[in-house]
């Protein structure tokens, strides 16, 4: 991520915070509605994130855009989105994406689990072929993805984690199921104050061991973490745990890779 965008980021973050609680689930579908209509445009897209062209007249365009499908609160923060400098045309759809899952979590409370949800979903994505075709595939209709999303989750997840995931499903951007479905959750989770650490292990951990892990983690990260915990067989024994780009591997095979290493060198 360029400069800009870091910094277009932090901006139209700050602009959603200042909603407060005006910020509803119909916002988040209206941003999401916006980025997959501008999606459609690379010329559209240039002329928003051309930093020539003055705030006020992106705005104007906005307002000519979408006019009346947007709320008060929405068009507030797509006008916030456009006016920033990013450092890739690509950049501009990123930053309305990450504004409106932002928004649906925000909708959600503080009881909502969103996270624990995308989660829950992305791992039965995994284990079923055919259903990660479905809803991967470039090639599969948009609607029917979404479609297909709402039907499976439906009175099994909260109306924010169908409404996230069933949008993002529309336009993966290039990304894999996987990566779109791992990347919103830590966005979600972000927007809790809390990081998401990737945990992997041989075997299936205990609630309690889950939930240790994740006071030891908080306890050395000064932050609230959420435990995403996976199984993979491959591993032997032991915990594998990344959190960003910090990684802890204390897996058997880990340890039996590097012997190997050692003994070739």
Do not use: C
Not at 45 to 62: G, H, N
Not at 78 to 96: F, M, P, Y
Not at 97 to 114: H, P, Q
């Amino acid at each position: 991520m360029g400069s800009a965008t870091r910094q277009a980021t932090v901006v139209s973050q700050t602009a959603l915070k200042g909603l407060g609680t005006k910020v509803t689930l119909a916002t988040a579908e209206q941003l999401f509605a916006a980025g997959r209509s501008l999606a459609t445009s690379t010329h559209l897209q240039s002329t928003l994130s051309d930093p020539a062209i003055a705030p006020a007249e992106k705005a104007k365009l906005v307002a000519q855009l979408f006019g009346k499908k947007l709320s008060a609160q929405a068009a507030t923060l797509l006008d916030s989105v456009v006016a920033q400098r990013w450092s890739r045309e690509k950049d501009l759809l990123a930053g309305i994406e990450n504004l409106a899952v932002r928004a649906a979590a925000i909708s959600g409370g503080t009881k909502a689990s969103i996270e624990g949800e995308i989660f829950s979903f992305a791992r039965a994505v995994s284990s079923d072929p055919d259903l990660e075709l479905a809803l991967g595939s470039a090639l599969s209709d948009p609607t029917s993805k979404a479609a297909l999303v709402v039907k499976l989750l439906n009175k099994k997840a909260s109306a924010q984690t169908v409404v996230i995931i069933s949008e993002l499903v529309q336009q993966p951007r290039g990304r894999r199921i996987g990566s779109l479905l791992a990347q919103a959750a830590a966005i979600v989770a972000d927007q809790a104050g809390s990081t998401v650490a990737n945990v992997t292990s041989a075997q299936v951990l205990s609630d309690k061991a889950v939930k240790g892990l994740g006071a030891s983690l908080t306890k050395q990260y000064g932050r609230d973490i959420y435990v995403n915990a996976a199984v993979d067989a491959s591993l032997i024994g032991g915990v594998r745990v990344q959190i960003g780009a910090d990684v802890i591997d204390g897996t058997v095979a880990s340890r039996l890779n590097t012997l190997k290493l050692e003994l070739v060198g």
